[in-house]
């Protein structure tokens, strides 16, 4: 399991405090690149050196409870469902323990040199499977 937290900002939410009901994917995403970038670096720069790349492919989110300015976040992410090209990503949003919001992400690997799809392999594969 990989975990990030981080605290509401007040650029998140609409007039009400409440967080706009995209900003969680885009700190989901912030939490899938810092856990590839613990390993790899700069994530940019391996897709410019690889041509590997991950797009999601589906989302699934199910918005449990209301997330407001102020509030402390802690991320889940595990991975599942691990294939050829693609695996999903299982996320849990909690504050304080209590969970706000579960999301499913389908990724899948794609080689942008080639612009075809590319096998999930070697040390990219186990970095995946270890948070199986």
Known sequence: ??????????????????????????????????????????????????????????????????VMFGDMLDIEMVSKDIKKVSFVLDYTIKRQGDVVLKAEILMVCFDVKKNKFAKIEGGLLEYINQIA
């Open 1 to 66: 399991m990989h975990k990030m937290s981080l605290d509401v900002h007040l650029s998140d939410t609409d007039v009400t405090g409440q967080v706009y009901y995209s900003k969680p994917l885009e700190w989901m995403e912030w939490c899938r690149v810092g856990w590839f970038q613990e390993k790899y670096g700069n994530f940019m720069k391996y897709v410019e050196e690889t041509g590997i790349t991950f797009f999601p492919s589906k989302v699934n989110v199910d918005y449990r409870k209301p």
